[in-house]
């Protein structure tokens, strides 16, 4: 969304609302697409027995009658549910992906992600991205055939649609050819809020609403401070975690959800005020450092956010990683990018990445993504720290290491004011500090390959209490 913002592009984006979506399917399409997917045989047979071979029976007043077969799949709740039903939403998506091809559809922001990205799915919460034209709107009718075929029903009258770039003639037009509703943004996808524009404080307090509204439900007036100690930490400090892992939180948020989680240690769900005998930053301290090891959101927020970061430099390859790589980084890392402007999201990671860096070591592949002063690429500590004298009279403090490297390109780091600097008598025996230097880069030299070209990422390796932990 911030893409189509940012490049002054117009889009929809159509939130299905598919009605009873487990209820629904046709048991000869969920045979169907498995046997296309080329699963063994025997396979399919077992589920078909799990699917249609269910028995059931009533019971009336403790008398049961016979067992007969339901033919309506697997009973309420089973775990086995949702990944079937994973094998028919795949059918969907199959489609959408043929049709782009085709140039039926067109998909968003095609110069981030090959032939544009045309939908998003997660189980039966699914959403269309789809550039505004008439042609591509009408096209839709694709959901049609695929409610013939897997027996689903999309209910579009709460279903929504929503536009960034579109005037309100051109959003209501839309919206009478799909027969939606229209819908403001921030849009609520997967329970979190998600929009062209920044989330305020004031948005982003559905995270405390929520959690507010999970204690309304609970009667905790005589439970046991151990027992509300278990409900903090597997219930309420989990509650933002999704939402932690995308946004970093305002600080008004972080104390409010500090708040509800004490008082409701220290005063349960009733109204009664109690006083708060020990303050909620000693409670959230470790156990061992005489702390009750409550979550400390404000870490957690930045672990979450962190966790991003090390799939960005280990080169993972999902989709949320290859749009951030193509919009921000190209060959870059993330700890090279000066430039703040970005989505929410993306400015979040550049306020964590600090964070991340510290303790953090790298061995090196082709040395064009990693820092010749600023990282630590040799030995325990980063070489601006170990030679600070040398640091401040170089002629480029941000070099990378492949490029320090290049033949006679090593003794061109340092200024030609070099003589000034030591007649000044500013470093202490500066022969001895540049030959020390020199000798420490030339032991990493074997290390590098023959031709310096472009490798995916450096290898990284964080280090915690003095161990070596690989993330």
């Known amino acids: ?48 027995k799990v699917v249609r071979g269910g028995k059931v029976c009533i019971d009336l007043n403790g008398e049961r009658g016979d067992y007969f077969r339901s033919f309506k799949g697997l009973r309420q709740g089973d775990p086995l549910s949702p990944l079937l039903f994973n ?55 694709i959901l049609s055939c695929y409610e013939a075929m897997s027996g689903m029903k999309i209910n579009f009258e709460k279903s929504e649609i929503f536009s960034v770039g579109l005037s309100a003639v051109e959003m209501n037009v839309a919206a009478e050819m799909l027969g939606c509703k229209s819908g403001v943004l921030p849009m609520k996808y997967l329970g979190m809020l998600v929009s062209c524009h920044k989330i305020s404080k004031a948005q982003m307090s559905y995270v405390c609403e929520k959690t ?38 305002y600080e008004g948020n972080f104390q409010r959800l500090d708040s509800i989680r004490a008082r409701f240690f220290w005063e349960g769900t009733s109204k009664k005020r109690k006083y708060h005998m020990v303050k909620w ?59 703040r402007k970005g989505s929410q999201f993306w400015k979040s990671l550049l306020d964590v990445r600090k964070w991340f860096q510290m303790g953090r070591c790298i061995r090196i592949k082709s040395g064009m993504q990693t820092r010749f002063w600023h990282d630590c690429w040799l030995g325990d500590c980063v070489l601006k720290v170990t030679f600070p004298n040398l640091f401040h009279i170089a002629v480029r403090q941000d070099l990378e290491v492949a490029e320090a490297w290049v033949e006679g390109a090593l003794w061109t780091i340092w200024k030609a004011r070099n ?27 074997p290390l590098l390959k023959p031709n310096l070209k472009p490798v995916a990422n450096e290898m990284i390796t964080l280090v915690a209490s003095n161990a070596n932990v690989a993330m």
């Open 419 to 445: 003589d000034v600097v030591f007649n000044k008598k500013t470093m202490t025996s500066p022969v001895a500090i540049i030959y020390k230097t020199l000798m420490v880069v030339k032991s990493w030299r």
């Open 87 to 141: 094998l028919v939403a795949d059918a969907l998506s199959a489609m959408l992906s043929r049709a782009c091809a085709a140039g039926m559809i067109k998909g968003l922001v095609p110069h981030l992600v090959e032939g544009g990205l045309t939908h998003l799915q997660y189980a039966d919460d699914t959403i269309l991205l789809l550039q505004f034209d008439l042609q591509t709107l009408r096209n839709v009718v």
């Open 212 to 249: 507010e509204k999970r204690l309304g439900t609970w009667q905790c007036e005589y439970l046991s401070s151990g027992g509300k100690s278990v409900l903090i930490d597997s219930c309420l400090s989990s509650l933002p975690m999704y939402t932690m892992g995308v946004y970093q939180l």
């Open 281 to 339: 930053g000693a409670l959230n301290r470790p156990k061992q450092f005489g702390g009750l090891g409550f979550m400390d959101i404000r870490v957690m927020n930045t672990c979450l956010l962190g966790k991003w970061i090390d799939k960005l430099e280990r080169g993972d390859n999902s989709l949320c990683c290859n749009i951030l790589r193509n919009k921000y980084l190209g060959h870059k890392s993330i700890f090279q990018v000066r430039n």
């Open 1 to 48: 969304m911030h893409e189509l913002k940012d490049t002054k592009t117009s889009g929809v984006i159509i939130k299905l609302d598919f009605e009873k979506a487990y209820d629904r399917v046709n048991w000869n399409f969920l045979e169907e697409v498995p046997h296309r997917k080329g699963f063994d045989m025997k396979w399919i047979q077992w589920m078909n």
